[in-house]
């Protein structure tokens, strides 16, 4: 495969891997979480939330992978390593952040301990601890749709 066909299929993985991964999230924090507050029985709410939330733990790892085996691929290709010394292209720094605390959640915190910390917590006071995971999934999605115009804009020649 020539250089340019490589970038393409890189570019295509890229954007592909990026929208199942921030799609999920979008997902996950407006129709997810919103729902599963509703339901009365603290047992039912943690099971199903347990269930649905390690599917699409499984599907975030494997697009945060991509993600950054075909970024990594794109900067190095296009040769813009100097783009991380410029603030105008603030838009790849925050991508390298939010991918960053994504990876760092879903491959070292939630294993480690975050999953069995959440569902002492849960047991104990469900719709709190769901208050707070809701909370903190606006905030990271509020973070990554803000990325992702920054990086629309940005893509497309408009300086910041």
Do not use: C
């Given at each position: 495969?020539?250089?340019?066909?490589?970038?393409?299929?890189?570019?295509?993985?890229?954007?592909?891997?990026?929208?199942?991964?921030?799609?999920?999230?979008?997902f996950v924090s407006t129709i997810l979480i919103p729902?599963?507050?509703?339901?009365?029985?603290?047992?039912?709410?943690?099971?199903?939330?347990?269930?649905?939330?390690?599917?699409?733990?499984?599907?975030?790892?494997?697009?945060?992978?991509?993600?950054?085996?075909?970024?990594?691929?794109?900067?190095?290709?296009?040769?813009?390593?100097?783009?991380?010394?410029?603030?105008?292209?603030?838009?790849?720094?925050?991508?390298?952040?939010v991918w960053l605390l994504f990876t760092l959640v879903?491959?070292?915190?939630?294993?480690?301990?975050?999953?069995?910390?959440?569902?002492?917590?849960?047991?104990?006071?469900?719709?709190?601890?769901?208050?707070k995971l809701h909370l903190m999934h606006i905030v990271?999605?509020?973070?990554?749709?803000?990325?992702?115009?920054?990086?629309?804009?940005?893509?497309?020649?408009?300086?910041?």
């Amino acid at each position: 495969m020539d250089s340019v066909n490589s970038y393409i299929f890189a570019r295509a993985v890229h954007i592909f891997a990026v929208v199942f991964w921030i799609g999920g999230v979008a997902f996950v924090s407006t129709i997810l979480i919103p729902s599963l507050k509703q339901i009365p029985d603290i047992n039912n709410r943690l099971a199903l939330f347990e269930k649905l939330e390690g599917k699409f733990a499984i599907q975030a790892r494997i697009t945060t992978l991509l993600t950054f085996i075909s970024g990594i691929y794109l900067i190095d290709v296009m040769q813009i390593w100097y783009r991380f010394l410029l603030w105008e292209f603030w838009w790849m720094h925050l991508m390298v952040i939010v991918w960053l605390l994504f990876t760092l959640v879903l491959f070292v915190l939630e294993p480690w301990f975050l999953h069995d910390w959440f569902r002492k917590q849960a047991l104990a006071n469900s719709a709190k601890t769901f208050r707070k995971l809701h909370l903190m999934h606006i905030v990271l999605l509020t973070i990554s749709i803000i990325t992702l115009v920054g990086a629309m804009f940005g893509a497309h020649g408009y300086r910041f």
